[in-house]
């Protein structure tokens, strides 16, 4: 099983910042790996697959980036509807694996 | 657009058993591989298990095999998880997702999913 590990857990960020989230894999995979973001009461909504490719609808403040075990999810300019929790999720190998989440936060 | 809406979930006892529907609409249900994950009260996500479009493939994480089955009725656009022996630990959020494609191979992943039913497992 790929373990998927995020940092940091939480990230405390202006609005207008710039915010950087990690994840890593336990072992190299491909570019299988999605983003999601979840707000409290609601779905997952898949904002970045493939590390890098923005889902319909993603807008062009998203971008992903990594490769083997190193993947990053940043946010250029975060806006008030940004603060939520973010799941990286490797669909690489079965089982499927999530890390634990980011949550980003107003500062 | 598309719409998953699960049902079913509900306060239950620890070995008793529950079945989860999800309705699919606002795309072609029987093009798509469909999945569960679950999410306890407060803590990250989990994926449960996948059933590609014909049923032909599906798999089941550890942590459920031998008492959870995925299924689904595609003239009905649903998708289902029946869950047995439940446990304290099976107590989550259980999201029903769609897949990007039909099979479940390693280049497509789940682009949407529902709000969520939650189970509770409690005596």
């Known amino acids: 099983e790929i373990v998927m590990t995020q940092s940091p857990a939480t990230l405390s960020v202006s609005p207008g910042e710039r915010a950087t989230l990690s994840c890593r894999a336990s072992?190299?995979?491909?570019?299988?790996l999605a983003w999601y973001q979840q707000k409290a009461g609601q779905g997952p909504r898949l904002l970045i697959h493939?590390?890098?490719t923005r889902a319909t609808g993603t807008p062009a403040r998203f971008s992903g980036s990594g490769s083997g075990t190193e993947f990053t999810l940043t946010i250029s300019s975060l806006q008030s509807e940004d603060f939520a929790v973010y799941y990286c999720?490797?669909?690489?190998?079965?089982?499927?694996?999530f890390g634990q989440g980011t949550k980003v936060e107003i500062k | 657009e598309v719409q998953l809406v699960e049902s079913g979930g509900g306060l239950v006892q620890p070995g008793r058993s529950l079945r989860l529907s999800c309705a699919a609409s606002?795309?072609?249900?029987?093009?798509?591989?469909m999945h569960w994950v679950r999410q306890a009260p407060g803590k990250g996500l989990e994926w449960v298990s996948s059933?590609?479009?014909?049923?032909?493939?599906?798999k089941y994480a550890d942590s459920v095999k031998g008492r959870f089955t995925i299924s689904r009725d595609n003239a009905k656009n649903s998708l289902y998880l029946q869950m047995n022996s439940l446990r304290d630990e099976d107590t989550a959020f259980y999201y029903c997702g769609k897949d990007s494609g039909h099979s479940l191979i390693a280049s497509t992943h789940p682009d949407y999913w529902g709000q969520g039913t939650l189970v509770t497992v409690s005596s």
């Open positions: 059933i590609s479009w014909n049923s032909g493939t599906i």
């Open positions: 606002g795309f072609t249900f029987d093009d798509y591989a």
């Open positions: 072992q190299s995979f491909g570019s299988t």
């Open positions: 999720q490797q669909y690489d190998n079965w089982p499927w694996t």
């Open positions: 493939g590390t890098s």
